[in-house]
């Protein structure tokens, strides 16, 4: 079992850690999670998160992956590799294309010699209508072609299939998109156990079911999503801007972590 002395995280607002608590006034989030635990296990352990919301697979291929490859100093290094997603939800998406970017992407992480995790994702939201099938669509040929590059290039699949249940929006912060902090716990754990460490078995246990709400609640809470997320999303896309715009990443030198 590898013992990583590094771990460079790359990608979007998940891996940033939007939604979770905040820390040094930092969004925490999987990844830290995750190093704390790493940590433990090697005194002279790094972490280094690039990850910046909003960034499109082309920008994390182009800016960030560069920088993780400068850091890299063998299969001690643990690597995380997970964009893609914003690109999904654009209305403009082409698959074809952007499946060649990802497998460029994880093709020049793997030369490195490094440790790779990629990530599929849930490919079923709550709800039905077109909206919902297009997302299952789109994100299922996603997950199809992140576990044909994870194979072609020996990378660790983290697989949505495996809890299925995450979907629940109990797991997500109130724009429905982003995890919370129970949800960020859980991917932590699942990453730690994919890897053979330590890690907690309850994330495995399934929230108990929901309460019911009425049409008239469920209703009154997807107007007031739409109002408070989905319009402004919107109308970034008009104007050609991004949630990251401006933003620079959490770490972006290796930060002794303990």
């Not at 994702?121 to 909206?131: F, H, M, Y």
């Not at 979907?167 to 890897?195: C, I, P, T, Y």
């Not at 989905?230 to 002794?256: E, H, Q």
Request: with cysteine; hydrophobic share 40%.
């Amino acid at each position: 079992m590898t013992t990583f002395t590094r771990f460079i995280a790359l990608g979007d607002s998940m891996t940033e850690g939007m939604c979770d608590e905040i820390v040094d006034g930092n969004y925490r989030g999987w990844a830290d999670r995750t190093a704390d635990t790493l940590a433990k296990a090697s005194p002279n352990f790094t972490y280094v998160n690039l990850a910046i919301r909003g960034k499109l697979l082309h920008q994390v291929i182009d800016d960030q992956i560069p920088v993780a490859i400068s850091y890299v100093t063998g299969p001690e290094t643990l690597i995380s590799f997970h964009a893609g997603a914003n690109d999904v939800l654009r209305p403009n998406y082409q698959a074809e294309a952007a499946f060649a970017k990802y497998e460029r992407g994880v093709s020049d992480l793997a030369k490195t010699g490094a440790t790779l995790i990629v990530f599929t994702v849930v490919d079923r939201v709550e709800g039905s209508g077109k909206t919902a099938q297009l997302w299952h669509e789109r994100f299922s040929s996603f997950n199809v072609n992140v576990r044909n590059v994870a194979k072609k290039y020996s990378a660790i699949v983290i697989e949505a299939d495996d809890a299925k249940w995450l979907a629940d929006l109990r797991f997500l912060a109130k724009d429905r998109l982003h995890m919370n902090s129970d949800g960020h716990w859980r991917l932590s754990q699942a990453v730690l156990e994919k890897l053979g460490k330590e890690f907690d078995p309850a994330w495995k246990i399934p929230l108990p079911p929901a309460p019911k709400k009425t049409s008239l609640r469920k209703n009154f809470e997807k107007t007031l999503w739409i109002i408070a997320f989905v319009l402004p999303w919107i109308w970034r896309r008009l104007r050609g801007k991004s949630s990251g715009d401006g933003r620079s990443a959490k770490f972006v030198t290796p930060k002794a972590w303990k």
